[in-house]
């Protein structure tokens, strides 16, 4: 039973560059959620989608952005990299109406 | 007042003895509480959750649940070095679908 994959593992970007992250959810998980976590603390959520939906965004300005594809996969776009954007980026999966959300490996955010 | 507090440590204690992780949450309406095991480098991995009041064992962990208090627990018995890691309390605040985390507790079980 394939786990939650996410990719790449490690990224590193400058100021004012875009990336793009990629999440697998776990089989038949279709809700995906997107969190940063910096150095030291909790994982902030970003937004989460179901059904090809965003539905629901935490406290995250408009650079973050993201899709969920027909096979409940998912991206998480950022634009105009800031420094404060350094962190791991987490991918969660769940099922709809069910809270238990497993995590992906995550991607760590390298901006300079 | 943070949505979800925990001490953030480090919390030490030996080998064989039980290590004890608070967490206090401020929606009164929340519903399902959770904590997740991550290990330095790697990411949360769920470990227990629990939606009702009371205690909920699974092996060497307890999950113990007061809503009254808005306050949840976590218990691991016989500690082993492996247990060493940073615990993050997570809960589902009332009418969302996001998870809400403490900043964790690091924890440390001395040989």
């Known amino acids: 039973d394939a786990g939650v994959t996410q990719s790449p593992t490690h990224l590193i970007k400058t100021r004012g560059q875009q990336v793009t992250l990629r999440c697998s959810p776990k089989?038949?998980?279709?809700?995906v959620s997107w969190y940063q976590q910096a150095l030291g603390q909790g994982p902030q959520f970003i937004f989460q989608?179901?059904?090809?939906?965003?539905?629901q965004r935490g406290n995250f300005p408009d650079r973050f952005s993201g899709h969920q594809f027909p096979n409940y996969s998912s991206e998480l776009n950022v634009n105009a990299l800031l420094l404060g954007d350094s962190a791991l980026y987490l991918c969660?999966?769940?099922?709809?109406?069910?809270?238990?959300?497993?995590f992906g490996p995550g991607t760590r955010l390298t901006v300079l | 007042q943070k949505e979800v507090e925990q001490n953030s440590g480090p919390l030490s204690v030996p080998e064989g003895a039980i290590a004890s992780l608070n967490c206090t949450y401020s929606?009164?309406?929340?519903?399902?509480f959770f904590w997740y095991r991550q290990y330095s480098g790697k990411s949360p991995e769920l470990i227990m959750s629990?939606?009702?009041?009371g205690d909920k064992e699974d092996g060497r962990f307890t999950a113990q649940l007061n809503k009254a208090s808005q306050y949840v627990s976590l218990l691991i018995r016989d500690s082993q070095p492996s247990d060493s890691a940073t615990y993050l309390c997570?809960?589902?605040?009332?009418?969302?679908?996001?998870?809400?985390f403490g900043q964790g507790t690091r924890l440390t079980i001395n040989p």
């Open positions: 969660a999966s769940s099922l709809a109406l069910y809270n238990e959300q497993f």
């Open positions: 989608y179901y059904e090809e939906e965003e539905r």
């Open positions: 929606d009164r309406g929340s519903q399902s």
């Open positions: 089989s038949g998980h279709d809700t």
């Open positions: 997570a809960v589902n605040m009332s009418g969302a679908q996001k998870l809400v």
């Open positions: 629990i939606y009702s009041n």
